[in-house]
């Protein structure tokens, strides 16, 4: 791959845009080539962003030999399918959440992943934020004692039943389009596995709000959802995730001798950011310097890769990525499956 990856697109989703953006900003990634079904749409997207190749199709891209790596902000219910195929015409992966919305899938994408060798990497960009290893230090070095809670919100209004997120068939819902990330965060802190979950979810799109925009039998999927994730040893998760309601992004964590609040826990838009400490002693301010949290996701999935094609296999950092997928993902399908249910889960080793 020499000094710079190049990177193909699939697809010309919103979300990359960011991807685009954030690679201009590097001096090790590029965005190289982007395919699309439609010809004339993807051409013109591709001109307008100055990406030199254009292809027909997905497949076409991947085996043309134009790329070192692709991106795959396609629908959920695409995911696993193209993460897989990618992997087979030999190109690392860094795929939107959530990477896999079955176990089935889930499985897939770890054996495709070890079989060839080629790292992939779910894009949760927010943990990339320098402000992520001001708070990893800050529980580290003992500022707010032992980490009790990991609560976390994340909610928007979606008004198009037409939408993604609002689609059954594509794998919306609440969960998988905006409350992975709080159920990644709670992870991230906790630093393991919960050993039980427990959900409660509102489905359809049910409001009379929503049912005036004209959500209906398509929209059967959870607009709303609140979660506990109970990681054993005194420690749990609470998050709260809408695409029904106000938009609202929140994250404090609390522990024995205080507490980490960020307000910004998600989007951090290239602005400066703060997080408070709380303690006995008061609030604890500190400012963070802006941050393309795009960017620092590509070149980190770029230095994986460059690891990996250093080892001839997966490194120790491809690998954790592949554990944190699917340490993912297996807690996604427990809280769901807890929805349903009424009772708690003990996620699924994947």
């Known amino acids: 791959m020499g000094d710079l990856l190049k990177l193909g697109i699939l697809g010309t989703a919103s979300i990359a845009d960011r991807i685009v953006a954030g690679a201009r900003k590097s001096s090790i990634v590029r965005v190289s080539a982007v395919a699309g079904r439609d ?16 292809f027909d199709s997905y497949d076409a891209l991947l085996e043309s030999g134009a790329v070192d790596a692709v991106y795959i902000p396609l629908p959920n219910s695409m995911h696993a399918e193209w993460t ?31 079989q060839s060798g080629l790292p992939v990497v779910e894009a949760f960009m927010y ?4 402000l992520y290893r001001q708070v990893e230090q800050m529980i580290t070095n003992g500022r707010i004692g032992s980490v009790k809670s990991i609560e976390s919100r994340f909610s928007w209004k979606c008004d198009d039943p037409a939408s993604g997120p609002a689609l059954s068939e594509l794998h919306g819902g609440a969960l ?10 709670s992870r991230k802190i906790a630093g393991r596995e919960p050993v039980s979950v427990m959900a409660a ?7 009379p709000g929503c049912q005036g925009l004209g959500f209906g039998p398509l929209n059967m999927v959870d607009d709303m959802m609140v979660g506990l994730l109970d990681f054993g040893q005194g420690t749990a998760g609470l ?12 994250a404090e964590i609390t522990g024995t001798d205080g507490s980490i609040v960020i307000d910004q826990p998600w989007l951090q838009d290239n602005a400066p950011v703060s997080i408070n400490l709380l303690d006995d002693n008061g609030r604890h301010p500190l400012r963070i310097d802006p941050a393309d949290t795009y960017q620092a996701e590509l070149e980190g999935f770029a230095g994986i890769v460059r690891e990996c094609v250093r080892n001839r296999g997966l490194s120790p950092a ?29 996620p699924a080793a994947l």
């Open 318 to 346: 491809a690998l954790a990525a592949l554990a944190d997928l699917c340490g993912n993902a297996a807690t996604l399908f427990a809280l769901l499956q807890s929805a349903k249910t009424g009772k708690a889960v003990k």
């Open 39 to 54: 010809p004339a749409r993807t051409s013109a997207w591709a001109a307008t962003r100055g990406i030199p190749h254009t």
């Open 239 to 250: 998050f709260q995730t809408a695409i029904s309601s106000f938009e609202r992004h929140a």
């Open 127 to 130: 943990f990339f934020h320098p």
């Open 84 to 114: 897989v195929r990618a992997l087979s015409a030999g190109l690392p992966v860094l795929c939107e959440k959530p990477a896999a919305t079955t176990a089935y899938d889930a499985s897939r994408i770890r054996d495709a992943a070890i």
């Open 176 to 185: 998988f389009d905006v409350g992975c990330y709080c159920v990644h965060l």
């Open 201 to 207: 979810a509102r489905n359809g799109f049910i409001d």
